[in-house]
T-cell receptor, first 117, second 113 residues
Framework: GAVVSQHPSWVICKSGTSVKIECRSLDFQATTMFWYRQFPKQSLMLMATSNEGSKATYEQGVEKDKFLINHASLTLSTLTVTSAHPEDSSFYIC?????????????FGSGTRLTVV | DQQVKQNSPSLSVQEGRISILNCDYTNSMFDYFLWYKKYPAEGPTFLISISSIKDKNEDGRFTVFLNKSAKHLSLHIVPSQPGDSAVYFCAASKGGGADGLTFGKGTHLIIQP
């Protein structure tokens, strides 16, 4: 089955530094990747949609200059949290799939727990 | 504004009985609904889905019911097993999912022996 690998699984960083999270599709080509964020006791919220080779589309309220998304290949997308602050502490998770497939065709990574101190 | 609502943060069910998880939505543009199961420190795993043109979809022990007029769906698990203990998320999409998913807050299902 489709496997999506997300790294790191957890990271602690100092306020003001940047953190990069990787999302890789291991056995399929992911033309589309979604990035979600989940705060404690809240639902997963869609942050942005990235299609391979094009700029990411960000949801309303998500700062594109703060959350840099790169989807340069069909197997890798990265989310960089720039100048991280404690309020950015959250659970970040990606899902990857091939455009044209239904929503159930997308596979989630295992998520990244980011703590900014 | 929460477009997908799971009003029960937790649910406790005895092993062997039926588990019923509920989900309500407000956006009439949603046309595809999914249920995911999630364990701690793991990503959500797809369980079952239903298109808005149907009112029922069954897969083994899992059945999803959709009531479009009430904007309500439910997931039935029968019989419930200890391994079913997890957080269950209801999600909805427009256009078949090409635009990403809108999730509920999840329901923590606890199966008691």
């Amino acid at each position: 089955g489709a496997v999506v690998s997300q790294h790191p699984s957890w990271v602690i960083c100092k306020s003001g530094t940047s953190v990069k999270i990787e999302c890789r599709s291991l056995d399929f080509q992911a033309t589309t990747m979604f990035w979600y964020r989940q705060f404690p006791k809240q639902s997963l919220m869609l942050m942005a949609t990235s299609n391979e080779g094009s700029k990411a589309t960000y949801e309303q309220g998500v700062e594109k200059d703060k959350f840099l998304i790169n989807h340069a290949s069909l197997t890798l997308s990265t989310l960089t949290v720039t100048s991280a602050h404690p309020e950015d502490s959250s659970f970040y998770i990606c899902s990857a799939g091939t455009s044209g497939r239904g929503a159930n065709g997308y596979t989630f990574g295992s998520g990244t727990r980011l703590t900014v101190v | 504004d929460q477009q997908v609502k799971q009003n029960s943060p937790s649910l406790s069910v005895q092993e062997g009985r039926i588990s019923i998880l509920n989900c309500d939505y407000t956006n009439s543009m949603f046309d595809y609904f999914l249920w995911y199961k999630k364990y701690p420190a793991e990503g959500p795993t797809f369980l079952i889905s239903i298109s808005s043109i149907k009112d029922k979809n069954e897969d083994g022990r899992f059945t999803v019911f959709l009531n479009k007029s009430a904007k309500h769906l439910s997931l039935h698990i029968v019989p419930s097993q200890p391994g079913d203990s997890a957080v269950y998320f209801c999600a909805a999409s427009k256009g078949g999912g090409a635009d990403g998913l809108t999730f509920g807050k999840g329901t923590h299902l606890i199966i008691q022996p």
